[in-house]
């Protein structure tokens, strides 16, 4: 079987936007392929009991630091946004919908830029249509796809996966059956390919 | 200026004790002076409003094979004691009470090493006196040290310094007023400590 990590994420959560700039490269570099699992936060945190670290406040403001920390070193662009937390259902579908098509890229891209790099309000729905506009998506198009049957059993089939196989936030990585947690864990996971 | 940081800990947590193992590395590197800060961790999440991880099952799971990972990478011992957690409130009062004293390393590891390692009840007062003469500290000492009110107090002011500059868990390093929160974030502090 050839190598891969599968990358369990949701685009409401900062720490799987630094994750997604790095995760490429590093299986680039170790030959391995990203199976790509979009999740629902919101329905791991239910499932699972646990929180939002901003749930407690100093917590939230040391998280803040502790990503800003992350995006110099890895020298990518991060904006906290001040729409968070953003209900990410639709657009956790919308990555569902274009998981296995050529514009997933894409859409990961313009998503991930808009909610942590821009920063936009990705609760209006109007303003995820701008942005996928602008991005050359045909809103109306991504849209109904996203509220597809297949789109919303694809999303609940994968956030169930994700708790019944010990998922309790995001990013989630597994090689395997090894599970890291957490977008400070790329260089364990880089040396599980390089094992693997 | 010699260069410092801040080490606020308390044995009950495994990330302290992990940390603890790196700490002469630490100085080794940078040159630095350590300030041991002991505190009370229970004390700190009530005030926060955190919790410990294993209060969500699936987090708790995965911190223990996070902790065994680190403590395979750096060659270190760690046994989950047979009780955990335990109140270490006897323990860091005799942290605080030895802190300017030559015993202080051998207290130290006695204590870490006694609970994370050799499984050793820390809240057995039998068991803190026998660690606590394995460091060179008589028993009846011990006893009244622990019990003495000035050294109830400085613990109770760490915790509460700890809690208004912002610490929610254990371990928390400050350089100046950098924060740095679990024993996974040791290359920062040696980034900052080789900075400042």
Known sequence: M??????????????????????????????????????????????????????????????????????????????????????????????????????????????????????????????????????????????????????????????????????????????????????????????????? | MTRQVEFFFDFVSTASYLAWTQLPRLVRETGTEILWRPMVLGAVMKATGNQPPPSIPAKGRYMRTDFSRWARRYGVDLHYPSRHPVNTMAAMRGAVAYLDRPEFPAYVRAMFEGFWVHDRDLEDTDVLTELAREAGIGAEEFREAVDRQDVKDRLRANTDEAV??????????????????????????????QRA
């Open chain 2, 164 to 193: 208004e500059r912002g610490v929610f868990g254990a371990p928390t390093f400050f350089v100046g007023d950098e924060m740095f929160f679990g024993q996974d974030r040791l290359d920062f502090v040696i980034e900052e400590l």
């Open chain 1, 2 to 196: 050839s190598k891969q990590v599968e990358f369990f994420f949701d685009v409401g959560s900062p720490a799987s936007y630094l994750a997604w700039t790095q995760l490429p490269g590093i299986a680039d570099a170790a030959g391995a392929a990203i199976v790509w699992k979009p999740m629902l936060l919101g329905g791991v945190f239910k499932a699972t009991g646990n929180r939002s670290p901003v749930e407690v406040p100093a917590k939230g403001q040391y998280t803040h630091r502790d990503l800003v920390r992350h995006a110099e070193r890895y020298q990518v662009p991060f904006q906290y946004n001040p729409h968070f937390p953003i209900n990410t259902l639709l657009l956790m579908r919308g990555a569902e919908a274009y998981r296995d098509t050529p514009a997933f890229d894409a859409y990961l891209h313009v998503v991930f830029r808009a909610m942590w790099v821009e920063p936009r309000n990705l609760n209006d729905p109007e303003e995820v249509a701008r942005t996928l506009e602008e991005a050359g998506f045909d809103a109306g198009e991504a849209l109904e796809q996203a509220q597809s049957p297949r789109a919303k059993e694809g999303l609940k089939a994968t956030t169930e996966e994700a708790v019944t196989r010990g998922v309790f936030g995001a990013p989630t990585f597994f090689v395997g059956e090894e599970m890291w947690f957490g977008q400070d864990r790329l260089d364990w996971i880089a040396a599980a390919l390089r094992r693997a």
